[in-house]
């Protein structure tokens, strides 16, 4: 299965750009989505196609990468952006997800 | 607007079954594949099965094939997943979600999550 490896945490203050990366043990070409969840709710997509912004999500969150390597960008952070980012791959069987990058806004 | 609620979650003994509903409206069923994923208290997520849209294909990783059977009623705009012999690993807040299908594979909407504890 390809193993997607996310960094565990993170904190910033409001107004800075955070980075948030996602390495794949395989190419996953550009099969490589991001969603967002806060504490008690369900994921929420964010980005599809490693660099899609799905319809409604502020512009501040942008994707990048291809192959193994990607990011998930916020810019500028906000207070509300308090969260787990989850990488999740779809080029090869199974489908997989990351184990979370939880970011924490000082 | 597109919503996905789940039902059956609950408390069962390891070996036990169990069967969890996801009642979809705000869109046609029918034209859409049934995925559902778990995720363990604290933990990440896990893809646990997926339907094609008219129900005639299912998928499993290796964790769950041979025990969960993923199935979908498009009459009733409902989909199901059948757990048997449930194991203590099993336990986790499973999601139903919406999957689109285009240049890309992903889950677009997600249902509000049933718990599912599986102890003695």
């Known amino acids: 299965d390809t193993v997607l490896t996310q960094s565990p945490a993170l904190a910033v203050s409001p107004g800075e750009r955070v980075t948030i990366s996602c390495r794949a043990s395989e190419s996953v070409s550009t099969g490589m989505h991001w969603y967002q969840q806060k504490p008690g709710q369900q994921p929420k997509l964010l980005i599809y196609?490693?660099?899609n912004l799905e319809s409604g999500v502020p512009a501040r969150f942008s994707g990048s990468g291809s192959g193994t390597d990607f990011t998930l960008t916020i810019d500028p952070v906000e207070a509300d952006d308090t969260a787990t980012y989850f990488c999740?791959?779809?080029?090869?069987?199974?489908?997989?997800f990351g184990s979370g990058t939880k970011l924490e806004i000082k | 607007e597109v919503q996905l609620v789940e039902s059956g979650g609950g408390l069962v003994q390891p070996g036990s079954p169990l069967k969890l509903s996801c009642a979809a409206s705000g869109f046609t069923f029918s034209s859409n594949w049934l995925n559902w994923i778990r995720q363990a208290p604290g933990k990440g997520l896990e893809w646990v099965a997926s339907?094609?849209?008219?129900?005639?294909?299912?998928y499993y990783p290796d964790t769950v094939k041979g025990r969960f059977v993923v199935s979908k009623d498009n009459a009733k705009n409902t989909g199901y997943l059948q757990m048997n012999n449930l194991r203590s690993e099993d336990t986790a807040m499973y999601y139903c979600a919406r999957r689109v299908v285009l240049q890309w594979h992903y889950f677009d909407y997600w249902g509000q999550g049933v718990m599912v504890t599986v102890s003695s």
């Open positions: 339907i094609n849209p008219d129900g005639s294909s299912t």
């Open positions: 999740q791959q779809s080029w090869n069987d199974p489908f997989t």
């Open positions: 196609g490693a660099s």
